[in-house]
């Protein structure tokens, strides 16, 4: 029973992170149908921010300081180097989606040789609260309280965008943007600022999965944002293009597989699983598990 | 045409779309006040006529609004010099409800008139909290119709074949609630009922493959069989749609 409670609590975590980096990529496509390939790197900029600010905050008093410093500056850096992504490079190809998969994929791997270039190519150990390091004992199981911490941010983080869309106009201006950004326009709405935040969001969210995942691997690295950015496109995929709780749903249910088949199976039977399950839902149901951008 | 302030000017209007040539030279202008009604057969224009004056499509020429210019804006901001448009396929956004799907359309500074769409389709205040996408052709035809007379400073609106597909209780509806609006704003009209245009418009602009082929009284034009068969194609002009 303690082994399925820990599968089951250290998959919710995995897909929390997954959610995370889905949940501002699929609300990039779903608004600008923009496939935004640089996503990992806003999460792989945001982990190594957060490093280096939490080496040169010594001077604050506690260990929670830092690491709280560290993780509102790694979500700042996310937020701006997605918001500088769309205005110098993506504003410029909204009409050429080839140009838009060019220039994404040629700054996630510059992004990533910048990376191993300043801090190597080797993991870099993060400093965590001596919390973060312990366990907490649910239903006998001993859970890594990162996990916790990992689950609990993205239960917020989903919270936060369903208020957003709900009850914002430019939540507003989002749910209808998914549907028609012609339409939007001419309703005389400036859909390219709500471009803009879409953006700086999902760089907020990718920079906060950074932080918590320096903190749910105990390291950072300068490949695991293009690690997460593979199968946080599946779960858009699954979760259906433009979703949030889609995406919230595919990356629970993506999570909990790798864990428990990775476990019981073999290690890799998880991840291979998922891709069968993204094969089975594209041939079955093309546009995902949900319908609409809540 | 003749009398009466041009409100909308609109100079050598020229849309391609792929390699087709799909507005040639286009030139119009739409006096203030009243329906001006854009009529042709299908294919001839009409639509990326109304979407070029928005700048929906990639367009060259001159478009000017009271004298500004539109040509260089983008879409919203066309539509906040006082362009409301209701599109041919109403596009309300279906996962929105009657009432976010009006309060999107709400434009800062703008006097906003709910007393009067709700007065013109009270159906639209019962199911105010309903989804857009539940709703019947005619009801989103009323939404999308209530969305582009929601402002007060619209100037003129750009309707796009708003009876398509109703039924004659609601054409009627439709055709009350444009003459309603016509009261508070220009109205230019794309139009293929033709007895609903005929009762509804004054000035006619034809347009055939592209280029403007008529402007004139919409009496003229159909009280001229030939005229009106050779534009639009009707066989009984004159016989059907006498004014009412």
Redesign the interface.
Known sequence: MSTIVLLALTGLGLGALYFLVASGLSLIWGLMRVLNFAHGAFFTVAAYAAWTAQGALHGLPSPWMRWFAALLIGITIGALFATLTEVLLIRRLYREQIGQVLVTVGLALATLALVQGGFGSDPKQVQLPAWMTATTAVAGAAIPNTRLLAILAAALVLIALLLFLQHT?YG??V??GV??R???????????RAFTLVFAIGGAAAGLAGVLGGAYYGTVDPVRGTEMLIFAFIVVVIGGLGSVTGSAAAAVIVGLLQQFLNYYAAPGVGDFAVVLLLAGVLLTRPGGLAG??? | MSGGRTLLNVRDLNVYIGESHILQNVTLSVREGGITGLLGRNGAGKTTTLRGI?G?VERTGSITLDGRELTNL???EV??CGVG?V?EDR?V????TVA?NL???E?PGSPLRYDLVYGLFPELAQRSAQKAGTLSGGQQQMLSLA?ALL?GDNRILLVDEPTKGLSPLVVKQVAAALLRAAELATILLVEQNLSVAHRLVGDVIVLDQGRIAYTGHVDTLMGDPALARRYLGLAAAGEGHTRT
């Open positions: 106009r507003l201006i749910r209808a549907e028609n012609a339409m939007v326009s001419a309703l005389g709405i400036d859909v390219q609409g951008v809540l | 928005l929906l983008a879409v919203h539509v906040r448009y599109p596009d956004f279906s996962g929105l976010e309060r999107l359309a434009r969305r402002n």
